[in-house]
């Protein structure tokens, strides 16, 4: 029999039980945000020049144009579609031993510790950051967000599925233990069932934000669609930019509906 629902009404409890201290403490909040804002220095004449470049923007972006650059268009799109597919199949294999790595509940802990390490590096470093350093690396191109993108997938990937595999019900696990299974078959038996449809999952997911992320790197110099978006916006063809943005966004939205579909079909 379950419990009755509680007939009165009880205040949650508070951090600060004082109500003098958190008075206190909304007065400093208000007083920082206020001395914050103040900081901000404000070019209002810029501000006003960039509002009438914001607005030649959106009115290319209201009148596309596909047809002038569409050479340089379809060739940054190959590019981020190359890079993304690439770098997220490399990254997945990847971050599959080393998710399992960083389960507390599978690995040893000097496994776990190293493993554990290379997601915090992977996760740490923004994409961009990345990318500009592999670029000065390896020079301009593709390959350098090929890198970026797979060192950026497998912190990602990693991560969540380490915390699955530490998720996962003990008892299927338990139950594979008693038959004296090795190692792999207990992987393979107990953790696997259970982690796939979200391994599946998050691998769709992280496809999805490798070809965004491939059009942001792009504009320091990792290749694909970005790099040639870059160029249009230096060069004030905005019609044109207007254009690879359109596809960036039809792109994204076919992705996100086959993802989906793909996903409840494999559940």
């Given amino acids: 029999m379950s419990a009755p629902y509680p007939a009165t009404w009880r205040r949650p409890p508070q951090i600060v039980k004082d109500r003098r201290w958190r008075i206190a403490l909304q007065v400093g909040i208000v007083a920082y945000l206020v001395l914050a ?10 501000v006003a020049v960039g509002l009438e470049r914001g607005q030649r923007f959106v009115m290319g972006f209201l009148q596309p144009d596909f047809a002038s650059r569409w050479g340089d268009i379809s060739r940054g799109l190959v590019e ?11 990254g997945v294999a990847i971050s599959v031993p080393i998710g399992i790595g960083a389960a507390r509940n599978l690995a040893p802990a000097a ?12 996760r740490a470093l923004q994409e961009v950051i990345i990318a500009i350093f592999l670029v000065a690396m390896f020079g301009f191109g593709p390959f350098a967000g090929f890198l970026t993108l797979s060192f950026a997938t497998i912190g990602f990937i990693a991560k969540l599925l380490a915390d699955d595999i530490e998720e996962i019900d003990e008892a299927q696990a338990e139950a594979i233990r008693s038959t004296g299974a090795s190692w792999f078959q207990l992987v393979n038996y107990a953790i696997q069932p259970q982690v796939m449809p979200r391994l599946i999952g998050l691998s769709l997911y992280r496809l999805d934000i490798n070809f965004r992320e491939s059009a942001v790197i792009g504009i320091v110099g990792a290749g694909g669609i970005g790099a040639t978006l870059n160029t249009a916006i230096d060069r004030y063809e905005y019609d044109s930019a207007g254009a690879i943005l359109l596809i960036i966004i039809g792109i994204v939205m076919v992705a996100e509906y086959s993802s989906s579909y793909l996903r409840k079909f494999l559940q």
């Fill in 111 to 122: 496994v776990y510790y190293v493993c554990r390490a290379i997601i915090a590096v992977s």
């Fill in 37 to 46: 804002i103040g900081t901000v220095e404000v070019n209002w004449e810029r």
């Fill in 80 to 90: 981020s579609l190359t890079m993304t597919l690439t770098s997220t199949v490399v």
